[in-house]
Every structure is written in C-alpha cells, then in structure tokens.
C-alpha cells in the first residue's frame, strides 16, 4: 500500500519570503508524484506532477518540486510567495498502473500574510 | 486541460432523503472515476473507484448501498447518497481519469448539507 505523509499541517510566512513544503511517501512500487492546490469551497487544481524523466518540475506560477528517490520526498518550493498563493496544498501519489486512484497527504495550509 | 464538471455544487436536504451528484468529463472519455470525501480542514479520503460499465469498487468502510455508484457512458459518472443522515454531511469531489495524459483532472466538488 501507499501512504503519503505531509510533514507541516500549517504554514504561515509572509509575503515574498521563500517557503516549502515537505512531503514524503512510502511505496513499495514506483508511483507517480503530484502536488495540488485548493482555494476555499473550491475543487483541486493540479499544480506539478513528476511521471518520468527530470526529477525537478516547475509550474506556470512560480512553484518547482523535486523528486527524490532515495529520500522518498517529492518537496514542494516556491522562491517568493504571494498573498495570491494562501490555499491547502495537497501531495498525492499513484502507482504507476492505469486507473489507480491518487493516495492524498493531509494537507498543508500555507497562509501568506504582508 | 481537460474539464469536469459537478452538479450540483451546493445541496441541502432533508434526512432520510437521497440526493444524487453527477459527475461529467466535458472534454474527453474517461474509462475510470474516482469519488472523493473530504471534512473540514481534512485530506480527500477515497470512497470508490467507478469505471464505465461495471460495478464501482469501494474502499474499506465505505458502504456500497449507502453510496450509489454508476458509470453509465464514458462521460458520466453518478453518486447517489441514499437515505442521509447529517453525518454523511460533507464536500464530495469526483475526478476523471483521462487516460492520455495519465492525469486525473477533479470536479470543482459539492457541499452535501444534510439537515
């Protein structure tokens, strides 16, 4: 089984200072590792995902993550926050298989205040 | 990206009624859905796999004649709460798996509000 584990249920900074967000997962079989913003009463939006290849990805907005295999870590990164970004931030994983579900961390509130 | 739509977003009901959220892929075929549950302040907790055709699979603890599934068309995908009670009170979040881009894309969610 797979199990995702998000170190920080909350974390506050302010505003342009750098932030990350830890998440670290447990499978016994490769799996793929995504990282999902959701703004209030809203549904998840994908924010990066690693499928293969270079372990370091970068979203549109500022956000990168790098997979680490042998950590077992897939740490959420962003330079310079913004007020903009205040939302939960869910890792997810799922096997590399088709049709598996995602596997969700608990979540990490990230609160950007100036 | 592609695109799935819940409906309704927001529904509050009597308890001992059944309500029924339709999930739909607007932009692509999806063989394979997935419904979610989340509480306040909580991660989304898997309720049951849907695919197209068959009869959904359900995690552990989750009870299938509560919990209404069915994947008629490859675009639609239905859950039924059937005879709710408050406790089943929750966001409700479908996801549709598009099989070319290895991604699950998520429905904006639905507020279950059972009075």
């Known amino acids: 089984a797979q199990s995702v584990t998000q170190l920080d249920s909350q974390v506050p900074v302010f505003e342009e200072a750098p932030v990350e967000l830890r998440c670290n997962y447990s499978?016994?079989?490769?799996?793929?590792l995504f990282w999902y913003v959701q703004y209030p009463n809203q549904g998840l939006q994908l924010l990066l995902k690693?499928?293969?290849?270079?372990?370091l990805v970068k979203s549109i907005n500022g956000f990168e993550a790098e997979f680490n295999k042998s950590q077992t870590s897939f740490h959420l990164r962003k330079p310079s926050v913004h007020i903009s970004d205040t939302a939960e931030y869910f890792c997810?994983?799922?096997?590399?298989?088709?049709?598996?579900?995602?596997?969700f961390g608990k979540g990490t509130t990230l609160s950007v205040s100036s | 990206g592609a695109v799935v739509s819940q409906h309704p977003s927001r529904v509050i009901c009597k308890s001992g009624t059944s309500v029924k959220i339709e999930c739909r892929s607007l932009?692509?075929?999806?063989?394979?859905m997935f419904w979610y549950r989340q509480f306040p302040k909580q991660s989304l907790m898997l309720m049951a796999t849907s695919n197209e055709g068959s009869k959904a699979t359900y995690e552990q603890g989750v009870e299938k004649d509560k919990f209404l599934i069915n994947h008629a068309s490859l675009t639609l995908s239905t859950l039924t709460v059937t005879s709710a009670h408050p406790e089943d009170s929750s966001f409700y979040i479908c996801?549709?798996?598009?099989?070319?881009?290895?991604?699950?894309?998520f429905g904006p969610g639905t507020r279950l509000t059972v009075l």
């Open positions: 499978s016994s079989v490769s799996v793929y």
């Open positions: 997810a994983v799922s096997v590399i298989q088709a049709g598996t579900a995602l596997i």
């Open positions: 690693y499928l293969s290849g270079s372990t």
């Open positions: 996801s549709a798996r598009d099989p070319a881009l290895r991604e699950q894309f």
């Open positions: 932009d692509f075929q999806a063989t394979t």
